[in-house]
T-cell receptor, first 115, second 117 residues
Framework: NAGVMQNPRHLVRRRGQEARLRCSPMKGHSHVYWYRQLPEEGLKFMVYLQKENIIDESGMPKERFSAEFPKEGPSILRIQQVVRGDSAAYFC?????????????FGPGTRLTVL | AQTVTQSQPEMSVQEAETVTLSCTYDTSESDYYLFWYKQPPSRQMILVIRQEAYKQQNATENRFSVNFQKAAKSFSLKISDSQLGDAAMYFCAYRSAGQGGSEKLVFGKGMKLTVNP
């Protein structure tokens, strides 16, 4: 059973460009979480999605950031008009969300560098 | 809002020795989960151990064990017989368990563990 897949692993963008980060959850998992890790910091929650639904976006910046988890395909975290402060590692985690299953399995992360 | 505090930014331990990593948290909830994650230089987040708040017994996973003090809101991780591969960043995390609670993990800032040969 493949783990959580994220791509790309490294992404370089210039200020003002768009960044698209992809996350494929583990097989059978229908819940996806996105976290951001700034340098020398812990992970900060951004958004929690189920298929075709955003459940909790309390950690998402109000502007330029959006996320989706379509019925088919990976979850996408989209950052428009990137700025240097967006440089960070972005982690995706997935969960089956069955009774008794409370663990989130993490992907390897995407390291975004904004020049 | 829940918060997680790891007050020691760095620690070191000699190989084969025991080390304890501290973590405190703040919550008004009675039902929750606590976790310790390890992040090696590869940056992959690896679950080390998990504790359900309703369980009085401290969780144990091989060389890793916790000291869960619910009244004190303390959740320390003990690593016995430290190995070079234990060197990593360690993050303490909290998650609500009640109905309607947020699914999100709340992380501490982390602690860098160095293992000396």
């Amino acid at each position: 059973n493949a783990g959580v897949m994220q791509n790309p692993r490294h992404l370089v963008r210039r200020r003002g460009q768009e960044a698209r980060l992809r996350c494929s959850p583990m097989k059978g998992h229908s819940h996806v979480y996105w976290y951001r890790q700034l340098p020398e910091e812990g992970l900060k929650f951004m958004v929690y999605l189920q298929k075709e639904n955003i459940i909790d976006e309390s950690g998402m910046p109000k502007e330029r950031f959006s996320a989706e988890f379509p019925k088919e395909g990976p979850s996408i975290l989209r950052i428009q008009q990137v700025v240097r402060g967006d440089s960070a590692a972005y982690f995706c985690a997935s969960s089956p969300r069955l009774a008794g299953h409370n663990e989130q399995f993490f992907g390897p992360g995407t390291r975004l560098t904004v020049l | 809002a829940q918060t997680v505090t790891q007050s020691q930014p760095e620690m070191s331990v000699q190989e084969a020795e025991t080390v304890t990593l501290s973590c405190t948290y703040d919550t008004s909830e009675s039902d929750y989960y606590l976790f310790w994650y390890k992040q090696p230089p590869s940056r992959q987040m690896i679950l080390v151990i998990r504790q359900e708040a309703y369980k009085q017994q401290n969780a144990t996973e091989n060389r890793f064990s916790v000291n869960f003090q619910k009244a004190a809101k303390s959740f320390s991780l003990k690593i016995s017989d430290s190995q070079l591969g234990d060197a990593a960043m360690y993050f303490c995390a909290y998650r609500s368990a009640g109905q309607g609670g947020s699914e999100k993990l709340v992380f501490g800032k982390g602690m860098k563990l160095t293992v000396n040969p």
